[in-house]
């Protein structure tokens, strides 16, 4: 049986040949929605989405289904919770769109300080007004603050200091196997800012992160630029930060956007005149999306032909492991039975496994971590067995 996968956007038709011409089955339907996923979903092994939310109940009704993958960043689309509910991998296309999400920030910059969009809509209809639209200062030399400094981050940095910009980053503190998200300086950081922009993820510990506090921080008539996460403003105090300290505001992410390519939105934003809305284009250049579809491709045939998972984003950072046992044996059928069978007759759950062979095929080494210690008594009922040539236990 072919493994069948259900592409649910938009998609580089060449990319989509690849796959055919790797014999896999592919089905390409671009304009579904999230309520046409569970019935589309059902029967197929890889789901590739860009836009489109995959459900729980997507999730649930799958049978088949084993590698969800987000051709993009950011896996807020996908219920991840019932995918580890499931066991189905998800994995995404990190920093493939980098530099097209960063040059769509720089724009918008650009366009707030010379008010292009403004200047296209008066003469579009039919107004010459080049006394106001003089008066821009100039991005050389204005202060930019980056919040959030990964791939995109880093990009857009790039770009402002060849522009003359200084630079400054706050990124997010990381500690292994921890998620702290620290923003205890945005008192200090904020006040020097000309210019902001915003490339975090939506995290619990992000969402809403722009509010009332944070907007008291900031210089009165900067900008804000927003190409992340709408949930990373809070939209009240947005307004009111408009209205009090005159920010401007550039974003290509609002909140309850229309799912669809192509709708009718009406939205509180619309009537503001310190507000640009862009169509939540950032990662939509040919570039990027040849970029991220070329490496859709490659984790798909990884997967397909050795089971490895590039980017595999619901593995778990964190483990109850708190031994490990290396067993050195025989490479021969029912040795690894034997040692694990001892394991569960003690009720120990091994958390995680790997069985390396040595070169020439005779030997191999088998690493468990568990959850609880093994006993002296078990060490050597394991090396009882003939096939078995050493075994260590060491706390981790």
């Not at 007004?129 to 050389?140: I, Q, V």
């Not at 993820?201 to 809403?208: F, L």
């Not at 568990?370 to 096939?387: A, H």
């Amino acid at each position: 049986m072919k493994v069948k996968v259900l592409i649910a956007d938009k998609f580089p038709e060449r990319y989509i040949q690849e796959l055919k011409d790797y014999e896999l089955e592919v089905i390409y339907l671009p304009k579904l929605g999230e309520n046409d996923l569970p019935q589309a979903a059902k029967e197929v092994d890889i789901l590739v989405v860009r836009s489109t939310n995959v459900t729980s109940e997507a999730i649930e009704n799958s049978i088949r289904l084993n590698l969800i993958i987000r051709a993009g960043a950011g896996v807020n689309n996908i219920n991840i919770s019932a995918a580890n509910k499931k066991g189905i991998y998800v994995a995404n296309c990190p920093g493939m769109n980098s530099i097209a999400v960063a040059e769509l920030a720089i724009g918008l910059m650009i366009s707030l300080d010379r008010r292009i969009p403004d200047n296209v809509i008066d003469f579009r209809n039919g107004k010459w007004n080049k006394g106001e639209y003089s008066k821009a200062e100039g991005l050389y030399g204005k202060t930019l603050g980056i919040i959030g400094v990964g791939n995109i981050g880093k990009e857009v940095a790039k770009r402002a200091v060849a522009l003359g910009m200084n630079v400054y980053g706050k990124d997010i503190s990381r500690i292994e196997g921890v998620a702290i998200k620290d923003f205890s300086e945005m008192d200090q950081l904020l006040p020097l800012c000309d210019i902001v922009t915003l490339h975090l993820p939506a995290t619990p510990q992000t969402k809403g992160l722009f509010n009332k506090k944070l907007f008291g921080f900031m210089k009165p008539n900067s900008f804000l630029i927003n190409t992340a996460r709408a949930d990373l403003i809070d939209q009240e105090a947005l307004l009111e930060a408009i209205k009090e300290k005159n920010i401007r505001v550039a974003m290509d992410v609002i909140k309850n956007e229309p799912e669809e390519k192509s709708a009718n939105i009406k939205s509180p934003l619309q009537s503001i005149p310190n507000i640009y809305i862009t169509h939540h284009i950032g990662a939509s250049t040919e570039q990027a999306q040849n970029a991220v579809a070329s490496e859709t491709i490659r984790i798909i045939k990884d997967f397909v032909s050795s089971g490895i998972i590039a980017h595999w984003v619901n593995r778990s950072k964190i483990s109850d492991a708190h031994y490990q046992l290396v067993v050195k044996h025989y490479d021969k059928p029912g040795v690894l039975a034997s040692i694990m069978s001892i394991i569960r007759d003690r009720q120990i759950n091994i958390e995680e496994i790997e069985n390396i062979i040595f070169d020439g095929g005779v030997v191999a080494c088998c690493t468990m971590k568990l959850k609880s210690e093994v006993t002296t008594e078990m060490i050597k009922l394991m090396n009882e067995n003939p096939d078995v040539l050493s075994v260590s236990h060491i706390a981790i």
